[in-house]
C-alpha cells in the first residue's frame, strides 16, 4: 500500500551538487523513519541517512557535513540534499520508510532508486 517515489538523481562533476527526493504516498500517521540507501556496483547496500517522526537524524560517517536530510510533512517528502560530490558518491539511491505498527513490529518499504553519477 505504501508507495514511494524518487526523483532528483543525475550525472553531476565532482564538487557539484544534487538533491534527491522521495515522495510517500498511501499510509496514515505512524511513528516511522524515512532515509537514504545507497548501492553501488559490487559494493553492499549501505545507509547514507535517516530521519525519524520525531525529527531525529542519523547520517553516515562518509556524508557527514556534506550531505542533508530534510522533510516537508505537508508534501509526505524528504529530500536529500548533496554537497562536494565525489566519484565515490556514484550508486543508486534508494528511499527507504519503516513504519512501526507495535512493539518489535516493522513494515519496511523501498522506493525504486535513482541513479547518482559523479563523474567529469
Known amino acids: 500500500q505504501v508507495q514511494l517515489v524518487e526523483s532528483g538523481g543525475g550525472l553531476v562533476q565532482p564538487g557539484g551538487s544534487l538533491r534527491l527526493s522521495c515522495a510517500a504516498s498511501?499510509?496514515?500517521?505512524?511513528?516511522?523513519?524515512m532515509g537514504w540507501y545507497r548501492q553501488a556496483p559490487e559494493k553492499e547496500r549501505e545507509l547514507v541517512v535517516n530521519?525519524?517522526?520525531?525529527?531525529?537524524?542519523n547520517y553516515a560517517d562518509s556524508v557527514k557535513g556534506r550531505f542533508t536530510i530534510s522533510r516537508d510533512n505537508a508534501k509526505n517528502t524528504v529530500y536529500l540534499q548533496m554537497y562536494s560530490l565525489k566519484p565515490e558518491d556514484t550508486a543508486v539511491y534508494v528511499c527507504?520508510?519503516?513504519?512501526?505498527?507495535?512493539?518489535?513490529?516493522?513494515?519496511?518499504?523501498w522506493g525504486q532508486g535513482t541513479q547518482v553519477t559523479v563523474s567529469s
Open positions: 527507504n520508510m519503516n513504519i512501526f505498527l507495535a512493539i518489535a513490529t516493522m513494515n519496511t518499504y
Open positions: 530521519i525519524t517522526s520525531a525529527g531525529n537524524t
Open positions: 498511501g499510509f496514515t500517521f505512524s511513528t516511522y523513519t
